[in-house]
């Protein structure tokens, strides 16, 4: 038997320290071979990534890249998370949203890992009084219940209240959310909201008599659905949280009810480390808020998979993203976390879309035991630095709203829609280029695939913020080519014209066929142009077989009726070629262009 010496198992011992400087200069010498000249830190800057709000990814991070002090778990800022022990004790509460009063999906959720309901009420919902009949077999002292009841949140609680009467609730045994929300409905409909009296009244019944249950959610979902950045999502929350503690305050609640009847609901995305730092970064803000107010208190947080990210094409692919969401989203320290099963685009989920959402929490945490460990993502020098960044991005935000008079004002006045939709026209460009690729969709689309039929979900509310998603622009290119199939029994076609060998062509013929599909536009190769039902096409080769013949092919298929011919690579001159498609291009305009001159409406 070999003992090892007690080094610390330094592996790295025999080997020099490299330093900063080092590192540099090879990536100096990486850029000179790819044509670029920098050198030290622009060199540095070259590799690094542009984010939403004028933030950058860099990369490389070291012990240089300070932060200020995230504090402990449990305590101010709450950078490390609400809770001592964090996670650990269970897990985070796994919160299944259901929008029909469908008993056995909620008893069947309950009995397979859900420990908590989100019920959407009211006329967009569940009726009021449906709620007994959906809560049926449900132990209300287990199971906490957050309702979302828009405008009717009155009865809608007045009856949960009743309901937990009625059957024996001990008042504090009850737990959850009656999710008051006036500006997030205001945000959603464009009304003004409802009367704050009636939900400063529950808010006092909730903290004198219902320790566990919270009157109002910030719900954040609005301006992220309108597309909206992770600052600004986290300027608003924190401009709808103020505004509630000015309102609740002045109903004679003292500060510390206040803030205990506050929960706040967040969007996590598939860009794990920006939805970490964005939950971190919330609960320093907040707890910044609260200190000034003079009660110091966490956040409690309740995190969403996104919907914007979920696409309707490919729609399994969304598993992945909501997987990689609902890691963050734990990671991050959120409470509650709800991830929406991957048909949530195309109407309400099934029995299986369910079972995967409800699963995705349980295999993190039972089978991957991110739970085990307090504020995995603490002491990253990324993470860190990049929840410092947020949370000076979402506060300047917040402050641009506190100037305009405070978020109903930036509401009624329209500044707030048009914020977002600046962040928004941003990333639709970077859409539009696929330089923010979108599987299944914008990159590896399946013209053949045959997506799930789901009822139509219950129509959301509307009127103010718009609902945007990441597909929205490639979903109509490819409604289109439908609609064209429907009717004439075939797709739109473009003819890839291979020139030379496959390793000449493969690169350009992928991509050019990758581009294509994403319109709906099917890709035919081989044979002849004439025999492939096509109206144009497209070169694919290298730079040095296009010098050679790209102006004679284009000419033969030009010959050969030809309306229009592309090519796949970097605009030229060469005779006989419209138009350019490569990456980086515009790729939604020329898809549009492309089906406007095959008549395809």
Not at 219 to 241: F, K, N, R, V
Not at 265 to 278: C, N, S
Not at 319 to 335: D, F, H, N, S
Not at 468 to 494: F, N
Request: proline share 5%; hydrophobic share 40%.
């Amino acid at each position: 038997m070999t003992v090892l010496p007690d080094d610390g198992l330094s592996l790295a011992a025999e080997f020099p320290d490299a330093t900063h400087e080092q590192w540099q200069r090879l990536v100096e010498g990486v850029l000179r071979k790819s044509g670029k000249e920098a050198s030290g830190t622009a060199a540095e800057d070259a590799l690094s990534t542009s984010l939403e709000d004028g933030l950058r990814a860099r990369p490389l991070y070291t012990a240089d890249d300070s932060a200020p002090e995230p504090g402990l778990p449990g305590f101010a800022p709450f950078v490390r998370g609400g809770r001592a022990e964090g996670n650990t004790l269970g897990g985070w509460d796994v919160r299944q949203q259901h929008t029909t009063g469908d008993n056995a999906a909620v008893l069947g959720d309950l009995e397979n890992g859900v420990t908590s309901l989100w019920l959407v009420t009211g006329e967009r919902g569940i009726p009021v009084a449906s709620l007994g009949a959906t809560l049926d077999g449900v132990f209300l002292d287990l199971a906490p219940i957050a309702l979302d009841a828009g405008s009717e949140v009155e009865p809608a609680a007045a009856e949960l209240l009743r309901l937990y009467e009625e059957r024996g609730i001990a008042p504090e045994a009850a737990r959850g959310t009656l999710g008051a929300d006036p500006l997030g409905f205001a945000a959603r409909t464009g009304n003004e909201g409802f009367p704050f009296a009636p939900v400063a009244a529950l808010a006092r019944r909730c903290a004198e008599e219902y320790p566990g249950l919270r009157a109002l959610t910030v719900d954040a979902l609005p301006y992220h659905e309108a597309g909206g950045s992770a600052a600004q999502e986290l300027g608003a929350s924190l401009a709808t949280g103020v505004a509630y503690l000015r309102e609740l305050t002045e109903a004679g609640l003292s500060v510390e009810q206040a803030v205990g009847q506050l929960e706040f609901r967040y969007a996590a995305t598939a860009d794990q480390f920006l939805t970490i730092a964005k939950l971190r970064a919330a609960r320093r803000l907040w707890a910044r808020v609260t200190e000034v107010c003079g009660a110091p208190g966490g956040q409690t947080q309740h995190a969403v998979t996104s919907p914007v990210m979920m696409s309707r094409r490919d729609p399994w692919v969304n598993m992945l993203r909501t997987t990689v969401a609902t890691l963050a989203a734990g990671v991050g320290g959120a409470e509650s976390v709800t991830v929406l099963p991957f048909d949530h685009a195309l109407g309400l989920p099934d029995a299986f879309a369910r079972r995967i959402a409800r699963n995705t929490s349980t295999i993190l945490v039972e089978e991957s035991h991110l739970s085990r460990v307090i504020d995995p993502a603490g002491g990253s020098w990324y993470v860190e630095r990049l929840t410092d960044e947020l949370a000076h991005a979402g506060w300047e935000f917040f402050q641009h709203i506190e100037q305009q008079g405070g978020q109903a004002a930036a509401l009624r006045s329209g500044s707030l829609r048009e914020d977002l939709a600046a962040t928004w026209a941003a990333r639709s460009a970077k859409l539009a280029k696929r330089r923010e690729p979108i599987t299944g969709v914008s990159e590896f689309p399946n013209l053949a695939e045959r997506l799930p039929e789901r009822a139509p979900a219950l129509t959301a509310p509307s009127g103010g913020l718009p609902r945007v998603r990441r597909d929205e622009a490639y979903e109509e290119l490819r409604a289109r080519s439908d609609a064209h199939l429907a009717a004439t029994g075939s797709r739109p076609r473009i003819f890839l014209a291979a020139l030379g060998p496959a390793a000449a062509h493969t690169a350009r013929l992928t991509f050019a066929s990758n581009l294509f599909q994403a319109g709906g536009i099917e890709p035919v190769t081989g044979g002849e142009f004439a025999d492939s039902g096509a109206t144009e096409a497209c070169l694919c080769s290298s730079d040095a077989l296009y010098e050679e013949q790209a102006a004679s092919v284009a000419g033969e298929l030009r010959s050969a009726g030809a309306g229009h011919v592309f090519l796949a690579g970097r605009p030229g001159q060469y005779s006989g070629v419209d138009a350019y498609v490569f990456a980086g291009c515009d790729a939604v305009a020329v898809l549009s262009a492309t089906l406007d001159r095959m008549g395809v409406s």
